[in-house]
């Protein structure tokens, strides 16, 4: 069972900045196979992609509501994958989810989220 831990969420002001991280139990070489993508949800909204990077790491895609702002990145050494949040606004709020699928696979994992707040 893959399992996928996000952290760094919490209350910022907008304009500030977020690193979120989503760990894996996955060894370097399996992590190395895996596509991530994170998803957000905000309150009475459906989930919504962010962004996503390609199991070997060499594209990246946006949302258009984030490009400029939010950077992903993995880190195979770590089996972890970051998404780097700039100048948040209070449309950034939501629930943030890692999600990950293996190349040639159907099945997709989730973590529980973390929660980013951005208000005055």
């Known amino acids: 069972q893959v399992q996928l831990v996000e952290s760094g969420g919490g209350s910022v002001q907008p304009g500030g900045s977020l690193r979120l991280s989503c760990a894996t139990s996955?060894?370097?070489?399996?992590?190395?196979?895996?596509?991530i993508k994170w998803y957000r949800q905000a309150p009475g909204k459906e989930r919504e992609l962010v962004a996503h990077?390609?199991?070997?790491?060499?594209?990246?895609t946006y949302a258009d509501f984030v490009k400029g702002r939010f950077t992903i990145s993995r880190d195979n050494a770590k089996r972890a994958v970051l998404l780097q949040m700039n100048n948040l606004q209070p449309e950034d709020t939501a629930v943030y989810y890692c999600?990950?699928?293996?190349?040639?696979?159907?099945?997709?994992?989730w973590g529980k989220g973390t929660l980013v707040t951005v208000s005055p």
């Open positions: 999600n990950a699928k293996r190349r040639f696979s159907s099945a997709e994992h």
């Open positions: 996955l060894s370097e070489f399996t992590f190395n196979n895996y596509a």
């Open positions: 990077i390609s199991s070997p790491g060499d594209i990246t």
